[in-house]
């Protein structure tokens, strides 16, 4: 599909309007559109609260934090909930956490983002696995042409290379690290994250960010927790000391 986030719209529509619940907090676009779709939404902090659901949602490793969960609990909620949904944007650093090799159980929709592991969101590139008749439904919706032709062609030699991915993640802890000492030096707490992002208690957030910003790099900020601000890594060297000399202004 056009990435992930198309999957994402299409979810409300592959059954009658219900209770969803979503575990947070996390990614707000699953309650935008379940709720536009006229779903009845409930967020939750714990698996357990998701039981009995229609829709569950759980985002592993989780936006914003990094809170990741075991494979075998989520497989434990399945039989409990109508449709379990595991959004899988950020999992190419810890492959062990995927539950893609169980894609095929009835009511679980495991969703992959491309884009966010091989820095090419622009391709619009994403996955959606499911049972067979799942997959159907969401490909009838998706129409004719969900994927540019490049797009694949590109997603599938990327995905090929086992090596680049084994030396990406290996770099990636080291990245995560670096970022995680010069944030301390700035008196910012790690609250969580993966090695692909970083989040932070930052003080007042807006303000952390328009410093970031003044030096050309873009945080998020969030409004029901002023403090957090998130970090994604530096691309190369000359980015790593643009980073360092705004954070120590």
Same mark, same amino acid.
């Given at each position: 599909?056009?990435?992930?986030?198309?999957?994402?719209?299409? !979810?409300?529509?592959?059954?009658?309007?219900?209770?969803?619940?979503?575990? +947070?907090?996390?990614?707000?676009?699953?309650?935008?559109?379940?709720?536009?779709?006229?779903?009845?939404?409930?967020?939750?902090?714990?698996?357990?609260?998701?039981?009995?659901?229609?829709?569950?949602?759980?985002?592993?490793?989780?936006?914003?934090?990094?809170?990741?969960? %075991?494979?075998?609990?989520?497989?434990?909620?399945?039989?409990?909930?109508?449709?379990?949904?595991?959004?899988? +944007?950020?999992?190419?650093?810890?492959? &062990?956490?995927?539950?893609?090799? $169980?894609?095929?159980?009835?009511?679980?929709?495991?969703?992959?983002?491309?884009?966010?592991?091989?820095?090419?969101?622009? !391709?619009?590139?994403?996955?959606?696995?499911?049972?067979?008749?799942?997959?159907?439904?969401?490909?009838?919706?998706?129409?004719?042409?969900?994927? +540019?032709?490049?797009?694949?062609?590109?997603?599938?030699?990327?995905?090929?290379?086992?090596?680049?991915?084994?030396?990406? $993640?290996?770099?990636?802890?080291?990245?995560?690290?670096?970022?995680? &000492?010069?944030?301390?030096?700035?008196?910012?707490?790690?609250?969580?994250?993966?090695?692909?992002?970083?989040?932070?208690?930052?003080?007042?957030?807006?303000?952390?960010?328009?410093?970031?910003?003044?030096?050309?790099?873009? +945080?998020?900020?969030?409004?029901?927790?002023?403090?957090?601000?998130?970090?994604?890594?530096?691309? %190369? &060297?000359?980015?790593?000391?643009?980073?360092?000399?705004?954070?120590?202004?």
């Amino acid at each position: 599909m056009a990435g992930a986030q198309a999957a994402i719209q299409l !979810l409300p529509r592959l059954g009658p309007p219900g209770r969803a619940k979503i575990l +947070s907090p996390t990614y707000g676009e699953f309650c935008h559109v379940l709720r536009a779709a006229g779903w009845e939404v409930a967020a939750v902090s714990d698996i357990e609260a998701l039981a009995d659901a229609d829709l569950a949602v759980i985002v592993n490793p989780n936006n914003p934090d990094g809170r990741w969960h %075991d494979p075998g609990a989520l497989l434990a909620l399945l039989p409990r909930v109508g449709r379990l949904v595991i959004d899988e +944007s950020f999992i190419d650093v810890t492959p &062990e956490l995927s539950l893609a090799p $169980r894609a095929g159980r009835p009511g679980l929709l495991v969703l992959r983002s491309f884009g966010k592991f091989y820095g090419l969101a622009g !391709l619009r590139l994403g996955f959606v696995l499911g049972c067979e008749a799942d997959i159907a439904a969401l490909a009838g919706m998706a129409g004719p042409w969900p994927v +540019s032709g490049v797009a694949i062609e590109v997603g599938r030699r990327a995905l090929l290379d086992r090596q680049w991915a084994n030396e990406t $993640r290996a770099r990636l802890v080291g990245d995560a690290a670096r970022l995680d &000492e010069l944030a301390r030096g700035t008196g910012w707490e790690l609250i969580g994250g993966t090695p692909l992002f970083r989040l932070y208690e930052a003080g007042v957030g807006l303000l952390a960010q328009e410093r970031l910003a003044g030096a050309q790099i873009w +945080s998020r900020v969030f409004n029901d927790r002023p403090s957090w601000l998130r970090l994604g890594l530096p691309g %190369d &060297e000359a980015e790593w000391q643009r980073l360092a000399a705004a954070l120590a202004r």
